[in-house]
Nanobody
Framework: QVHVVESGGGLVQAGGSLRLSCAAS????????MGWYRQAPGKQRELVAS???????NYTDSVKGRFTISRDNGKNTVYLQMNSLKPEDTAVYYC?????????????????WGQGTQVTVSS
């Protein structure tokens, strides 16, 4: 099995910062793209940012210039530094990892999701 565990969410005032972390563990062969998604109440889950194993990044327009995604391949960990937070950033943030994992003598692809961490930005 492969798991990802998020940490770092919380309550912050508008203009503040938070840093989310997500560590992958288990029967991992390789990790390709890792990303952060978020889902606000009554809205669909959306991609916030992603990063490939080579370090190429992608951001949704609303967070460009404020959020920075990074990863430590040696630790199978991805980070999301969130600055200049706004109330509209309030959501549950989910980590996602696109992996190849060991399974019964095979190496198979898998899409792994974390349980989510709440980020609340007060105005």
């Amino acid at each position: 099995q492969v798991h990802v565990v998020e940490s770092g969410g919380g309550l912050v005032q508008a203009g503040g910062s938070l840093r989310l972390s997500c560590a992958a563990s288990g029967s991992i062969f390789t990790i390709n793209t890792m990303g952060w998604y978020r889902q606000a109440p009554g809205k669909q889950r959306e991609l916030v940012a992603s990063i490939t194993s080579g370090g190429s990044t992608n951001y949704t327009d609303s967070v460009k210039g404020r959020f920075t995604i990074s990863r430590d391949n040696g630790k199978n960990t991805v980070y999301l530094q969130m600055n200049s937070l706004k109330p509209e950033d309030t959501a549950v943030y989910y980590c996602n990892a696109d992996v190849k994992k060991y399974a019964g003598g095979w190496i198979i692809p898998a899409d792994i999701w974390g349980q989510g961490t709440q980020v609340t930005v007060s105005s």
